[in-house]
């Protein structure tokens, strides 16, 4: 047990290093914080909601984790915090693997040099679009699927024996962890293939070809789990959900805007900084150059198109930052191309700059980790004081009328705000739960009922909400007529 303590002890410094940094990065969240899932999954109970929703949509796993929290009693708060730690020490040793799978590719071997690549390994696994694999009440399944695809890149990558056969168990297991998580796979296996290794274009092909199949099959296997086995879920394929505008649209909101985490362009920026650094490579002519650009642009591409992908298929869906970790996977694979280049250029300018740019990246992505974090504790705090002010209304009517308000009925605007002023438009994490589908289900967590749900007709929206609009939340969003109370989030 020593002995290999001692082989690993390198690597299992990283490790704590490397735990104890996004420990501190995500600290908010080790105080209660509440999901518009989570809102749900009170609402439900941990039991209905696994077989309802985590096995429908094709995550077994996450069913059987929740079941077990409901067997022994786990109370939410207590699940969401050491769900939050199992998923940061996986992600963690993601990021001790991309080290490992990158480290001896660099021909330096100044202390500096590890120290970025370090660097760099994190900001491959902990990048600005994976903020929600600490964000869901169910993290470490998520993070546990990262950690997989990571490791099944590494088997290929090192060339071990079966080693295909072995990455397409693994994948398979982490896309019903969630099917979003197995996106770095091919990330990481191209990075290497056609940026790292000098492999023959039919090699290169054939790599490519092996590792898209092995991801395209384990995303299908969950969507007939899906289909078949559970009877449909959300997760399809629907060729009249497919629309052009629709396609642009979240292409725009991907590429440039990065989904609302970080300032619009800043990746592009990124990825036009290391094409400037290809060209300055000394050791190879302009074809050269410009063949490996090309190569570098194939893989940014291809987390282009990962991520798009439920968009084109006519899945329904919008794209959330959970499903994009391959785009935000590029900054770091950015850094590390341009590393690479440094590394065999031997100069020390651009050692200075690619140094400058690794450590102010990573600390704004520190950054945009600290801010979305707390943003989100705010919304949820500001979420708990409206609805203390509709449960005040609800109390008043009651000892009005004599009526206990048992139902509740909820609609939101489609084009409503779904921001409080003031919070930067991240999506999930800073969206107000009023605003969205979840209304209902928070509206009852923290008026402390269980409302059950009833309709609200076309009449009856005309009646109560018709024409009005509000910029902050108002109780004129709430209306009681009998035993049920009706919101119309904005």
Request: charged share 20%; hydrophobic share 50%; aromatic share 14%.
């Amino acid at each position: 047990m020593m002995k290999k303590l001692k082989e690993h002890k390198k690597e299992i410094a990283i490790f704590l290093i490397v735990f104890v940094v996004a420990l501190i990065m995500c600290s908010a969240f080790l105080r209660p914080h509440y999901t518009h899932d989570t809102y749900r999954i009170i609402y439900d109970g941990y039991e209905y909601y696994s077989y309802d929703k985590f096995l429908k949509e094709s995550r077994p796993f996450t069913a059987i984790l929740t079941l077990l929290a409901d067997k022994i009693n786990l109370s939410i708060e207590g699940y969401m915090i050491i769900s939050l730690i199992l998923a940061l020490v996986f992600l963690s040793m993601s990021v001790v693997l991309i080290y490992k799978i990158f480290r001896k590719e660099y021909e330096s071997n100044s202390k500096w040099t590890d120290i970025l690549i370090i660097i760099i390994s994190y900001l491959t696994v902990y990048n600005y679009l994976a903020i929600e694999y600490i964000y869901f009440l169910e993290c470490c399944i998520l993070a546990f699927g990262v950690l997989l695809s990571i490791l099944a890149a590494k088997i290929v990558i090192d060339d071990e024996k079966y080693k295909y056969i072995k990455a397409f168990i693994i994948i398979v297991i982490a896309a019903f962890c969630y099917q979003g998580s197995i996106a770095i796979f091919p990330m990481i296996v191209f990075t290497y293939e056609l940026l790292f290794q000098k492999n023959s274009v039919k090699k290169n092909f054939a790599h490519l070809v092996k590792t898209t199949v092995i991801y395209g099959i384990a995303m299908l296997l969950t969507i007939l789990f899906a289909e078949i086995i559970m009877g449909g879920s959300r997760i399809r394929m629907d060729a009249a959900q497919i629309s052009s505008t629709n396609i642009i649209y979240w292409l725009k909101e991907l590429i440039v805007n990065s989904l609302g985490v970080i300032l619009p362009y800043i990746n592009i920026a990124i990825i036009i900084l290391t094409c400037l650094f290809i060209m300055t490579f000394k050791k190879t002519d302009i074809k050269e150059k410009i063949l490996y650009t090309l190569k570098y642009l194939l893989v940014i591409l291809a987390s282009i198109v990962i991520c798009i992908a439920p968009i084109v298929v006519g899945s329904g869906l919008e794209l959330t930052s959970r499903m994009c970790i391959a785009y935000g996977s590029t900054i770091g694979i950015s850094l590390f191309v341009a590393l690479l280049i440094t590394n065999k250029n031997q100069k020390n300018y651009q050692v200075v700059i690619i140094s400058i740019m690794t450590i102010i990246i990573f600390i704004l992505n520190f950054a945009v980790y600290v801010v979305l974090t707390y943003q989100h504790l705010e919304v949820n705090k500001i979420d708990k004081e409206n609805c203390e002010k509709i449960k005040e209304l609800i109390e008043e009517y009651e000892q009005e009328t004599g009526m206990n308000i048992t139902k509740i009925a909820g609609i939101h605007r489609a084009n409503g705000s779904k921001y409080y002023k003031g919070f930067i438009h991240a999506g999930d994490i800073t969206e107000n739960a009023l605003s969205s589908w979840a209304a209902r289900e928070t509206i009852a967590y923290y008026v402390g009922r269980h409302l059950k749900y009833a309709p609200i007709t076309s009449e009856q929206y005309q009646e109560f909400f018709a024409g009005k609009e509000w910029q902050e939340f108002s109780l004129e969003q709430a209306v009681i007529e009998g035993d049920v109370l009706y919101f119309c989030g904005n």
